[in-house]
């Protein structure tokens, strides 16, 4: 089923068993393009603790104590059923740094709920856009294998002999025919 375009959410924890007059405080927050959900809430955190004047030391802990310890990850798709919300590598990051515990729909009915840490946590994997990015920059991703036919690369330092002389470039140049016809 696909999914609806900038349709991950995440909210604080605390808040999804909050009452319902409480709710007017949660802080609700849409992924897009550019960065999800998860990570635009924590962005959001930090940034509200600049401004209180928390200490940058202290607000990983400010951070995880306004959200409750917890953060709840859902995505709908065009029917309106929830979908797979997994994290990402990146926010698996962030997630992990604010040691928080993350609620998530794996899809086919089944949820995660524990920190990223824990055994049986879902593998992050890469979005479709972090993937582009990465490979513009020249990464080779795991996802494209190296061909079991390609060549070696070839060393850049000589091999140690038994002697630790060294030889000049003058040395190479007299023994080396191809460097003489340059």
Same mark, same amino acid.
């Given at each position: ?8 959410? @995440? ?25 999800? @959900? ?80 824990? @055994? ?41 002999? @038994? ?20």
């Amino acid at each position: 089923m696909p999914f609806c375009p900038k349709a991950v959410f @995440a909210m604080p924890c605390a808040s999804a068993h909050a009452a319902v007059s409480a709710l007017a405080d949660v802080i609700v927050v849409q992924g897009n393009h550019r960065c999800c @959900a998860e990570r635009r809430l924590l962005d959001t955190y930090v940034q509200q603790g600049r401004k209180q004047g928390v200490p940058p030391h202290k607000i990983v802990a400010w951070v995880r104590r306004k959200l409750g310890g917890g953060i709840v990850v859902w995505r709908r798709t065009v029917d309106g059923a929830i979908g797979c919300a997994i994290p990402c590598l990146f926010c698996t990051r962030e997630l992990q740094r604010f040691d928080l515990l993350v609620h998530c729909p794996l899809g086919d009915g089944k949820w995660f709920s524990g920190k990223l840490t824990d @055994a049986g946590a879902p593998t992050p994997r890469l979005t479709g856009g972090q993937q582009k990015v990465l490979r513009s920059q020249g990464w080779t991703l795991c996802d494209d294998p190296v061909p079991a036919a390609a060549e070696k690369p070839e060393q850049q330092q000589r091999p140690r002999g @038994a002697t630790n002389k060294k030889r000049s470039w003058r040395q190479d140049w007299k023994k080396d025919p191809q460097l003489q016809q340059r």
